[in-house]
């Protein structure tokens, strides 16, 4: 054979083995979607209110949140603002659907059974973006 035949046997074959190498990799990318999809901004969430209710002696914080999105929001209820160390916090989860920024969201958690000679504190823990509803 001749040394052109050669060399066109070896550009074919390295051809090949270039489309087995990255052609999966290609794939892969483009079912991907290209990159991560962008998370929405935090929420501004805060406690209105803190207060224990008289008939069931449990804690009831008012949330309101502003943003876009859907949210879960752990609200954390302790015996005073500065947690103790080591100290264990009662939380509670709310869901906060669809907030738009034209109107805030309000909510209410439900604390624990409070002690009647201690006065509760209420505040955000930390806010999650929701999955979306199946």
């Known amino acids: 054979m001749s040394a052109l035949k050669w060399q066109g046997w070896l550009v074919g074959l390295v051809g090949v083995a270039g489309l087995l190498v990255f052609a999966p990799l290609g794939l892969y990318v483009w079912a991907s979607g290209g990159g991560p999809a ?8 805060r406690v209105t209110a803190c207060r224990v209710d008289p008939a069931s002696r449990r804690v009831v ?8 999105g859907s949210y879960v929001v752990t609200v954390e209820f302790r015996d005073r603002e500065p947690p103790a160390p080591g100290a264990r916090t009662a939380r509670a989860l709310i869901a906060v659907p669809g907030l738009t920024p034209a109107a805030p969201a309000q909510a209410e958690a439900i604390g624990p059974v409070w002690p009647p000679s201690t006065t509760p504190w209420c505040g955000i823990a930390g806010a999650a973006s929701a999955p979306p509803p199946r």
Not at 61 to 68: L, P
């Open 38 to 45: 962008a998370t929405p901004p935090p929420p501004d969430v």
């Open 61 to 68: 914080a008012a949330v309101e949140a502003r943003g876009t």
